[in-house]
């Protein structure tokens, strides 16, 4: 058995790829497009990585026109597709990384916000259509933070879930894990703060990747070691 986790499983925008500005550009977009009330960017970061008809219900609790939030939800894919027409970047250090995960022999998934064709076009722009052992999108399973995706990816993967951890930037993505059993990781430089992410308990709080690297290098290297109880921040 591995001395560290078995199975890796990331968020998409915001964890793996620097998309967060699109998106809330979208959705300013989709909102004026359907003439809906304005909401700030913090409150749009705010409901990053849920699935777009969470979204809605999130932003909007009384808008009660169903027509209306299937426009909505249109135009925020129709804008958002436009806005990456050059593809979002991976984060700085998340290429070698993921390069060296898969290296070391973990599993690695995705468990995301999107919808499947989105993700499906973003994986092959960044040439990792095959690169996963998984992926579970919104459009196909319970949206975050209700456990199911990664529920279904360790049984796939035929891991337990405390041989598992969600790397995420969002609440959502670590209340999922909670949700789930799994320990998890935030992030600091995607939708929310690690100040905001700290309340959900995270395992480890970074605010670069390359620092998730090191220190899962580090688990598998002093094994005996275990992990310590409190929340690491990695300097």
Same mark, same amino acid.
């Given at each position: ?60 609790? @009384? *808008?009660?026109?169903?027509?209306? &939030?299937?426009?909505?939800?249109? =135009? ?6 436009? %806005? +990456? ?87 959502? @993505? *670590?209340?999922?894990?909670?949700? &789930?059993?799994?320990?998890?990781? =935030? ?6 703060? %690690? +100040? ?40």
């Amino acid at each position: 058995m591995r001395a560290d986790y078995d199975l890796l499983i990331f968020d998409w925008d915001g964890t793996l790829v620097n998309s967060i500005g699109r998106i809330v550009a979208a959705l300013h977009m989709a909102a004026r497009e359907c003439d809906l009330p304005p909401r700030s960017d913090t409150e749009l970061k705010a409901i990053i990585g849920l699935g777009l008809p969470e979204v809605v219900v999130a932003l909007y609790p @009384d *808008l009660d026109d169903v027509e209306l &939030a299937h426009r909505y939800c249109r =135009a925020y894919s129709e804008q958002y597709l436009l %806005l +990456e027409g050059t593809p979002s970047q991976l984060f700085p250090g998340v290429a070698e990384s993921m390069a060296a995960f898969r290296a070391a022999g973990y599993q690695l998934a995705v468990a995301t916000g999107k919808g499947r064709h989105g993700l499906n076009r973003v994986l092959a722009d960044q040439g990792w259509s095959e690169f996963f052992d998984i992926t579970r999108c919104a459009d196909e399973t319970a949206s975050k933070p209700e456990p199911l995706m990664l529920e279904q990816i360790i049984e796939f993967c035929g891991v337990s879930a405390d041989r598992a951890l969600m790397v995420g930037d969002s609440v959502f @993505d *670590l209340q999922m894990a909670r949700n &789930a059993g799994m320990d998890s990781v =935030a992030v600091g430089y995607g939708a929310q703060s %690690l +100040e905001t992410l700290k309340t959900c308990g995270p395992r480890l709080m970074v605010e670069h990747f390359s620092e998730l690297r090191a220190w899962l290098e580090a688990r598998a290297a002093q094994p005996m070691l275990g992990i310590s109880e409190h929340v690491e921040r990695v300097e």
